[in-house]
């Protein structure tokens, strides 16, 4: 059974840095892009960065670029979310997602079969 486990949400004041972490098992995904998403309440599911595998292809929401990093282990089958000078319109329930095929990362939520339980952000101003 897959399974993605995030970690490393919590409490920040705006301008901090926090760093998300999502842990997979029951399959490698070394090979398939992983990404991040986030939905704040009242609205929809929103797309924040995505990552492949190995073919060095990287997409960032323009709300997000330059201020998160995301990254992978392959070795720990892990991807994470570095979040710098965060904004209280970054509050949201952070996923982390698996696509389980393909090389290219989507944008879309539908593009992604694997979710994890979702770990909230709270950004005070």
């Known amino acids: 059974q897959v399974q993605l486990v995030e970690s490393g949400g919590g409490l920040v004041q705006a301008g901090d840095s926090l760093r998300l972490s999502c842990a997979a098992s029951g399959r490698t995904f070394s090979s398939n892009p992983m990404g991040w998403f986030r939905q704040a309440p009242g609205k929809e599911r929103e797309f924040v960065a995505a990552k492949s595998g190995s073919a060095g292809i990287t997409y960032y929401a323009g709300s997000v670029k330059g201020r998160f990093t995301i990254s992978r282990d392959n070795a720990k089958n892990t991807v994470d979310l570095q979040m710098n000078s965060v904004k209280p319109e970054d509050t949201a329930v952070y996923y982390c997602?698996?696509?389980?095929?393909?090389?290219?990362?989507?944008?879309?939520?539908?593009?992604?079969?694997?979710w994890g339980q979702g770990t909230q952000v709270t950004v005070s101003s």
């Open positions: 997602a698996a696509k389980s095929s393909g090389h290219i990362p989507t944008t879309t939520v539908v593009g992604y079969d694997y």
